[in-house]
């Protein structure tokens, strides 16, 4: 009996770890240089930027709306989460099933399915971009701006993000929210040495 569950032991300990292994034998490698490289560090700037502000709201300000017709507070963040899905989708990462990013605005008032959402929607991303081999960074891609290449997609999603990272700033400090980054330039600066 005893063998017997030490073999189920290892065997719920293997398991796991060998699916683990096949889905990261399945991603790409990261590109040690280049155009997505210089993206991905882009893309890991904003993803931090946008659940670190994300976490510091009170789950009660996720529905706060600064102005009549403007997206709420977890409304922005779903409209990024949605976005990188649409943006994968663009470049040939198909959404994953039971995925609807039309139907997250329903949960934007929920920190905790928002803040899921997020980190879910820029791990899909990441690995759409590491999809894209570096010959094909300007392969035509047709945007709502109209037309550009892969590479011209990157700069219009950088360009995404940073409009909707100043809006949620905007609506952290409209309530009182210091951007958890400016709280630590701040502390530290205040606890430099004065000469």
């Known amino acids: 009996m005893r063998r017997f569950a030490g073999l189920v032991w290892l065997l719920c300990f293997l398991v796991p770890v060998s699916r683990a292994q096949e889905k990261s034998a399945a991603l790409p490698a990261a590109p040690a240089s280049g155009p997505r490289l210089e993206f991905l560090d882009e893309v890991s700037f904003y993803e931090q930027r946008f659940v670190r502000l994300a976490e510091a709201i009170p789950a009660d300000k996720f529905s706060f709306r600064p102005a009549e017709g403007v997206r709420t507070v977890g409304e922005v963040y779903m409209h990024v989460a949605s976005a990188n899905y649409n943006f994968a989708k663009n470049l040939g990462t198909p959404i994953p099933a039971g995925i609807?990013?039309?139907?997250?605005?329903?949960?934007?008032?929920?920190?905790?399915?928002?803040?899921?959402?997020?980190?879910?929607?820029?791990?899909?991303?990441?690995?759409?971009?590491?999809?894209?081999?570096?010959?094909?960074?300007?392969?035509?891609?047709?945007?709502?701006?109209?037309?550009?290449?892969v590479r011209g997609l990157f700069l219009l999603i950088c360009g995404h993000y940073g409009e909707h990272l100043g809006q949620a700033i905007a609506n952290a400090r409209q309530m009182g929210i210091v951007p958890p980054w400016t709280e630590e330039r701040l502390r530290q600066e205040a606890e430099k040495p004065k000469s």
């Open 100 to 149: 609807d990013p039309k139907a997250f605005a329903a949960s934007a008032g929920d920190k905790a399915k928002v803040l899921q959402a997020l980190k879910d929607s820029f791990a899909h991303f990441r690995t759409a971009v590491l999809a894209v081999k570096d010959s094909e960074l300007d392969n035509p891609q047709k945007t709502p701006r109209g037309q550009t290449t």
